[in-house]
């Protein structure tokens, strides 16, 4: 992963070998990834920030499962990020005529 990069976060889908994937699950649970498996045995795994580079942990699972397998990889970069509030009107500020209505 090249640092300059600035990836927010990283969603990965692939599939393992069914008797590695508890541990593999596990091993990605421990360095911070969000993991679902589907009934397939299809994993998806997000990462907010990924703090590791992303070749040294392709390599470790590829490592867990005793073969390597193909990964899809999506990477996001938050390119805006709007907050909304909304305003509360204290009642000293309402509108007399609003309340006697």
């Known amino acids: 992963m090249n640092p300059e ?43 907010d920030e990924p703090d590791r580079e992303l070749d040294s942990v392709v390599e470790e699972i590829w490592t867990l499962n005793g073969s390597p397998f193909d990964i899809t990889q999506e990477s996001f970069q938050r390119t805006s990020l709007l907050v909304y509030h909304t305003e509360e009107v204290d009642e000293e500020e309402a509108d007399p005529a609003e309340e006697s209505a």
Not at 21 to 41: F, H, K, N, P, T
């Open 5 to 47: 990069q600035n990836i927010d976060m990283i969603r990965w889908t692939f599939r393992v070998e069914p008797e590695k994937a508890q541990e593999i699950e596990d091993r990605l649970v421990e360095i911070g990834m969000d993991v679902s498996i589907y009934d397939d045995g299809t994993f998806q795994t997000t990462w």
